[in-house]
């Protein structure tokens, strides 16, 4: 067989296959049955073999079974319209019922309206003017409707129902309520037999002590499971959790938050920040990673902790009890720095406690010791206790190269308006001060040890020095000054490391020691003990 004859048979082929299909189509339209009725009148009007049927009217087509009160059907369209009490069985599962309705035979589409209701064995669908298509299973209704399960009623002006998928499409105004909660959104996908919520659009979902809000998302209305994407929001009582997205698991009170983490307590008023946060409410705490960062509001200015991690502990209201910072811990305020390998800020007393090498700069002054206590009333600096190998330093005023420096056990300092006034220094006190004329000719250097002393400060400066129990002081001249007087045994200046900024808390890495100098090499042997001690 040739090329060419081969292709007219072909096309021959094809034309017959298509004949055949249609012919089997036209066969296979079946036409609407006529199963009972009290009384049948044939009408003209309604078409070649149209009829009016009245009372108790019962018509099949293709396996599907309509009864109502009275009909018009139309023969030669394969049509009808029904009223009053109608009801369409459509499979096993699936009912229609309404007051009017509209079927087309040929099409398998039908349109009913008023007290409209739809239903399934999971759900019921209501609404007074529902579009059914037979062939796609899919009800669509367009002027309100109110979808009722087990567990949840949704109410939208349009609606989707695909029957086959087990799933609802709701779009404009959609509402969902049950007993935990209420959704709102513009438009959402139900699936019927797991209960659950897709969304994409500004949604929200209040509880009795929750509140969250998402751009896009998923819910599983009876796990009680969520996930919420892009502008991820979740307020539980005094608490907000916000991110890029966020999972919020509400059986067993866990929700996890990425990126632009947010946590917010609006009790104590501060915030923490991140790139990623747990938070266990049953088990009373959160905490948060990757550039985490606390922010604590005050009237006077705010304090910004960082750590590698921030720990919170609630208590039984879901309120912050402590903060805990712990590894690499740097905090910023305008008017004091510090840090320590780790923290604890106890809320309800606004006491701060220092551990691990804690360092404290204040004005010219650089406190250290194995641990320190901060206490705050109302944001303002109110006592400060140094315990263990206290070390108190500020630079020379007048020349730089030299540090007046304060040695102890232990230490506490009292505070008015911010300012450091009282220093009382318990257990073999040592100082080493600079003094000077007014016209700034140097006096020398004294160098003072005593079992106690009291120092008295106004505007960051010296007033006076009490000593306790026979001091022993000695003035060096100027000129006569040992070199290895000038420092109190474990001196380590590590104005580098203070924070200048807030941005500065972040940065804890070695210094650069290319610096041959005493100091640098004091401080990078600081830096290695302290890296020792996490090990």
């Not at 009808?80 to 699936?94: C, E, K, P, R, Y």
């Not at 006491?351 to 944001?379: R, T």
């Not at 290319?514 to 020792?532: F, M, P, R, W």
């Amino acid at each position: 067989m040739n090329k060419t004859k081969r292709i007219v048979v072909l096309l021959l082929l094809s034309l017959s296959i298509s004949f055949t299909g249609k012919a089997q189509e036209e066969k296979s339209m079946k036409k609407i049955e006529i199963r009972k009725a009290i009384r049948g009148i044939y009408d003209k009007k309604l078409g070649e073999n149209g009829q009016r049927l009245i009372g108790d009217v019962e018509v099949e087509h293709e396996g599907s079974v309509l009864w109502c009160d009275s009909a018009y059907l139309y023969g030669e369209k394969n049509s009808m319209d029904a009223f009053g009490h109608v009801h369409i069985q459509m499979n096993d599962t699936l009912q229609l019922y309404g007051d009017k309705l509209f079927y087309d035979g040929n099409s398998r589409i039908a349109k009913v309206k008023q007290n409209v209701r739809l239903e399934d064995k999971k759900l019921t669908l209501y609404t007074d003017d529902l579009i059914y298509n037979r062939n796609t299973k899919v009800g669509e209704y367009i002027v309100w409707g109110k979808v009722v399960d087990s567990a949840n009623v949704l109410t939208s002006k349009t609606g989707l129902y695909y029957s086959d998928k087990e799933e609802v499409f709701f779009y404009d105004s959609v509402v969902l309520v049950n007993k935990e909660h209420t959704l709102k959104t513009d438009s959402l996908f139900y699936n019927t037999r797991f209960k659950t919520l897709t969304f994409n659009g500004p949604t929200t979902i209040v509880g009795d002590s929750s509140y969250m809000y998402a751009e896009s998302g998923f819910h599983n209305t009876e796990s009680d499971y969520t996930r919420l994407k892009k502008n991820a929001f979740l307020q539980d009582k005094a608490n907000t959790l916000q991110g890029d997205s966020l999972y919020y698991d509400k059986m067993r009170g866990i929700a996890e938050v990425f990126e632009n983490v947010q946590i917010t307590d609006t009790v104590e008023h501060f915030v923490v920040q991140g790139g990623y946060a747990n938070y266990r409410k049953n088990e009373h705490f959160a905490y948060v990673v990757d550039r985490a960062m606390a922010i604590m509001i005050e009237d006077t200015d705010s304090l910004f902790i960082h750590a590698d991690t921030l720990r919170l502990l609630l208590d039984s209201a879901d309120k912050v009890e402590q903060l805990l910072a712990y590894h690499h811990m740097k905090f910023f305020r305008a008017d004091f720095q510090g840090m320590s390998d780790s923290m604890v800020y106890q809320m309800k007393d606004s006491a701060i406690y220092f551990y691990h090498d804690p360092v404290i700069w204040y004005e010219d002054n650089q406190f250290m010791a194995s641990e320190i206590q901060l206490v705050l009333q109302q944001g303002e600096l109110d006592s400060v206790l140094f315990k263990k190998d206290v070390f108190l330093i500020s630079q020379d005023s007048i020349d730089p190269q030299y540090f007046n420096q304060i040695k102890g056990n232990n230490m506490v300092g009292w505070f008015i308006d911010n300012d450091l006034r009282k220093i009382n220094v318990t257990g073999n006190s040592e100082t080493v001060y600079f003094l000077w004329e007014e016209d700034k000719t140097p006096v020398g250097m004294t160098r003072i040890s005593a079992e106690d002393m009291i120092m008295f400060l106004k505007d960051n400066k010296l007033e006076t020095i009490t000593y306790k129990k026979e001091p022993k002081a000695k003035l060096y001249p100027p000129a006569q000054i040992p070199a290895d007087q000038l420092k109190l045994n474990g001196f380590k200046w590590l104005i580098e490391r203070r924070p200048k900024k807030k941005e500065d808390i972040f940065i804890w890495e070695a210094l650069d020691v290319s610096k041959k100098d005493e100091k640098t090499i004091e401080i990078q042997e600081d830096i290695s003990d302290i890296q020792s001690l996490k090990k």
